[in-house]
């Protein structure tokens, strides 16, 4: 079991890691080396501009357009970047799609590759080892920490992120959905749903 109620950290609950970036950010700013305020920018753009916002608008697009998503299908790396969504980690990239019938996840088993140009700044669960392993093992059961429950027929694939290349879920589009354009779309995928551990969000239920 592992813990994806939240991706942030009390100030007394930090693992050895976190409190070594703490105090090391810590001490470089107090001999002026660098701005908190610098520092927490960076961090905003990559939690909320940078994405995964970016991520939702592909997909949304992808979504709207059949021609776009055929694209995105044959040459995401092309496609992502046309729509200006390109940088760190994220240069090259495939899509996978789910349908009725499958169901896409994604992890890094041997570290946390993960697409920051279009996905921000990864959630510390994804880095956890508990869902890296277990993702692999046992996906379906993981999923349904997560509060996703597929049908027994439903095929889950688990696709694995490397150094070299990065993966992006595009969700089913919820049904009903017709007459949305795509900021409207844009607004129902979720980070998780685009990891494959959540699904696309219902419009009464998109904040």
């Not at 041997?110 to 956890?128: D, F, I, N, R, T």
Request: glycine share 6%; aromatic share 8%; hydrophobic share 40%.
């Amino acid at each position: 079991m592992f813990d994806h109620s939240h991706d942030h950290d009390h100030d007394n609950h930090y693992s050895d890691m976190q409190a070594r970036v703490r105090a090391l950010e810590t001490l470089l700013t107090e001999k002026g080396l660098i701005d908190p305020a610098a520092i927490d920018a960076i961090v905003e753009t990559y939690e909320t501009r940078v994405g995964p916002r970016n991520g939702a608008r592909v997909v949304a697009k992808a979504w709207a357009n059949p021609d776009f998503a055929e694209w995105l299908r044959v040459d995401a790396t092309a496609a992502i970047a046309s729509l200006g969504y390109t940088g760190r980690q994220g240069e090259h990239m495939r899509a996978v799609f789910n349908t009725p019938d499958t169901h896409n996840m994604v992890v890094c088993t041997l570290c946390s590759c993960y697409p920051w140009a279009v996905l921000g700044l990864p959630p510390v669960w994804y880095k956890a080892p508990a869902y890296r392993s277990r993702a692999v093992i046992n996906p379906r059961a993981v999923l349904a920490e997560f509060g996703v429950t597929l049908s027994p027929e439903t095929q889950i694939r688990v696709w694995d992120s490397t150094a070299e290349l990065r993966y992006l879920v595009v969700p089913e589009r919820p049904a009903g959905m017709d007459d949305l354009g795509e900021e409207a779309l844009a607004g129902l995928v979720t980070r998780d749903s685009m990891i494959g551990t959540g699904l696309a969000l219902a419009p009464r239920t998109a904040s």
